[in-house]
Each structure stands twice: as C-alpha cells, then as structure tokens.
C-alpha cells in the first residue's frame, strides 16, 4: 500500500515510479479523490461541531426564556443529525474507492533497480559454478525421471496436470531437500523454523498483496479461505497489527511447507515436467526489520539461499531484476537462476525481495523505537531458501549419468538413508 503523504508531497516521483513499471500516470487522479476525501472529513467534522455547539446553546436559550431561538436551534441540530449518516456514507464509500485505488497499485523501484519492462531488462550480477560437461547428450528430466519414481502418469489420473506422484527413492530425495534446507537455514543463517496454517483469511491474503490482484492464481475453500501459495503469507501475517519493540528487530523466520498455485496466468508454460506445478514444497525465509536495515538484510537473505545451490554444487547465476519483471509487492529484487543442462539454460530457483513498507502498511505493522513516542512502520522481506521440487529437477539434470541413474550430491548424503545414487 502507498503512503497518500508522500503522493501528496510529491506526484512527479510517484508517477515517475509507476512509468517505471509500465503503468500511465495517476497521482492526479488519486490526490483528486483525496481532495474529496478529506473535504467530506472537514465538511463532517464541521457539522458535528457546530450540532455540539447548538446543543450547547439550545440550553442557554431555554434558560434565558428565548423559546423561539430555542426551538430554532433544535430544528437546525435534528436537520444536522438527518444530514450526517448520508455524509458519513459518503466519506466511507469514496475513502474505500481511495484505498483500493491505491491497493491495485504495486511497490514503485527504488533508485539502483534497472530499467526495463520484461526479463530482457535484467542484469546478470555474478554467477557461480562451472556448468558440467557431459560425454553424452544431457536429457530434460521429464525423459529419465519417471523410471526413477517421478510419476506424472498416476497423479494425473487421480488430479489432472500439473500433479505428480514421486515414488521411493525420489520421495526420499525430496524430503531429504526439504529438511537438507530447513537445516541449513535455521542452523547456519539464523532462522526460526515456524510451523504455519496452510490456509489463511482474506486479510492476510491482502496483507502480503496475493489479494486482490492475484485472486486467480489462488485455491480458495468452501468456507472462504485460501490455500497458500508461499508461506510468506502466513509468516509475514505473524505479525499483522502489532507495535513491535525495536530490540525484537530484527525477526527472522522461516517455513518448510506444500505451496499450492492454480498457475491461472502460465498457460501454455512449463507444462512438461516437475518446474511448474499446482503443489509443491518450498522453504522460504521471511524478515521484519528496521526501515534502514532491509537493503542489508536482503543481501542477506540472498546469500543464505546462494549457500544452499554452492552446498549442492549446482551452477546458478544472480539476477538483478528489472522495475517491470518485479513482483507486485517488491521494490528491489535478487533472482536466483540454477543452471539445467537438460533444458540448456538458467531457471530460476529463488526470488528474494525487499517490500520496504509496502506490505506493512496493509498488515498496519509497526514498531516503537526505544525513547520514541510515535510508531514506524517496518520494512518485510521474504525470499525463497528454496524451491524444493525445482531443486530436485537441477540434482536430476546436473547429476545424471549416461545409464539414467542420478548420483546424489555429497551435502544430502547424510538425509538419504544410505542411498547414494538414484538408479532406474
């Protein structure tokens, strides 16, 4: 959510901001309905004044026996109590068209994000690893996975695409991952694992912005609520309406749980293989912090989701993404992009963001510095540390043998029960 303030201060920047973002100038249009706004506010507030005042009066009338002026302002209180609840309306209703006006609006760049309107616009800012060079023609792991125990066949009769059933081995691989992950995070970068709700509210859906523009991309319930697709909606609104004392800042929290996508807007996209599913596990890593400490902190989480791809030894690059192919929410994005032989390119396996206080401002999340009298609100970060089922597609594609076998990575040899290598 924007601050209306800094519209109000400054409308150039603001609509300087969403060119950025490939979107026409509307700081008139909004600060417009402001101006209405706050007109009906002053307009209410004078009304309830000036009732109070004759109230006031009415008695001082009575007193001095003016029974005429009396009466006349008893008229003017009961027209001024008629006309209030319509004013009232009023004021609700265009400040409600003013809050959603700004709440379809997304997060403006900040200054270093390039410029640009599609994934052509970003830059590359380093790359790790030597992609490996094969002595047989690297397949794509839709054409080997199966006989390991990726099974595309069963899941589809029982859910339809974009469903799979991993079987034995490859079950365990992917667990392995998933705790391999969450181990790493929790122990080396400082996070606190959390166990959170898999469905949420509409208000904590609007929170961390999957609503209401990415309503399509969401499962919802019979009773209403949404399946999630990220656990940055649940760990996020773990702190939704409170005033947090700065010395609990900042908190750092992370999640191993089944996300759950529709996919509405990826018709057509990856729909070979494990890369884009309506059900996948992912490890992700959220923080709330100090408004001057998230540009630090989102090199922090970027580099705690780099240790896992250098841990696992599989090739990736780091992408600095451009104003028009961020996400709704963020002001300044970090991809990570994991290197698949099968496919010949880079994935993306990690996106970590800074919001700044754009989803704070819809949670109202604020924190109290020591010695201060008012409130800020806090900057949030999220970021994923990482996707489990992409990461499992780099280990088939990076580490398959000519014979269709998988050897596994030495970092995951620990979690996998004496297996060594997934064999056909």
């Not at 001095?64 to 302002?73: F, H, Q, T, V, Y």
């Not at 630090?296 to 970027?302: F, N, P």
Request: charged share 25%; proline share 5%.
């Amino acid at each position: 959510m924007h601050d209306i303030r800094l519209i109000r201060e400054n409308p150039q920047a603001f609509d300087a901001g969403l060119a950025r973002r490939g979107l026409a100038p509307l700081s008139e249009q909004i600060l417009a309905a402001d101006a209405s706004v706050r007109a009906l506010q002053t307009e209410i507030q004078a009304s309830l004044a000036r009732r109070n005042e004759a109230s006031k009066l009415i008695g001082q009338a009575m007193a001095s026996g003016d029974k005429d002026k009396a009466e006349a302002l008893k008229a003017e209180v009961a027209e001024l109590k008629t006309a209030l609840p319509a004013k009232e309306e009023a004021e609700r209703e265009q400040l409600a068209a003013l809050q959603d006006m700004l709440a379809a609006l997304p997060n403006l760049p900040v200054a270093d994000v390039p410029d640009g309107m599609d994934e052509d616009g970003n830059v590359e800012i380093a790359r790790w690893g030597t992609p490996r060079t094969f002595d047989f023609a690297p397949q794509e792991h839709a054409d080997f996975a199966p006989a390991l125990g990726l099974d595309f066949e069963t899941a589809a009769k029982m859910s339809g695409a974009r469903f799979a059933f991993l079987k034995g081995q490859m079950a365990r691989l992917e667990r392995a991952l998933g705790q391999f992950m969450i181990d790493r995070q929790t122990i080396d970068a400082g996070y606190t694992e959390c166990a959170t709700p898999l469905m949420v509210r509409d208000d904590a859906a609007f929170g961390t912005t999957q609503l209401p523009k990415f309503r399509d991309d969401l499962f919802q319930t019979t009773d209403g609520r949404w399946l999630i697709s990220t656990s940055e909606m649940s760990l996020t609104n773990a702190v939704r309406e409170e005033i947090l004392p700065e010395a609990d800042l900042p908190i750092r929290m992370t999640a191993l749980t089944p996300c759950f996508r529709s996919e509405a807007g990826s018709a057509g996209r990856d729909t070979r293989g494990y890369i884009r599913q309506h059900q996948f596990w992912k490890v992700e890593l959220v923080s709330i912090v100090r408004p001057e400490d998230s540009d630090a902190e989102l090199e922090r989480k970027t580099r705690a989701a780099e240790t896992i791809l250098e841990a696992l030894e599989l090739p990736y690059r780091k992408m600095l993404l451009c104003a028009g192919d961020m996400g709704f929410a963020a002001r300044k994005t970090y991809d990570l992009e994991v290197w698949l032989p099968g496919q010949n390119s880079y994935r993306e396996i990690s996106s970590c963001s800074n919001c700044g206080d754009f989803q704070a401002r819809r949670m109202n999340t604020r924190f109290r510095r020591e010695g201060a009298k008012g409130n800020e609100f806090v900057h949030t970060l999220n970021g994923s540390g990482l996707a489990v089922g992409r990461t499992l597609v780099a280990i088939l594609e990076n580490y398959q043998q000519a014979d269709g076998s998988v050897d596994i990575p030495a970092a995951l040899l620990p979690y996998m029960g004496g297996i060594t290598r997934l064999s056909p």
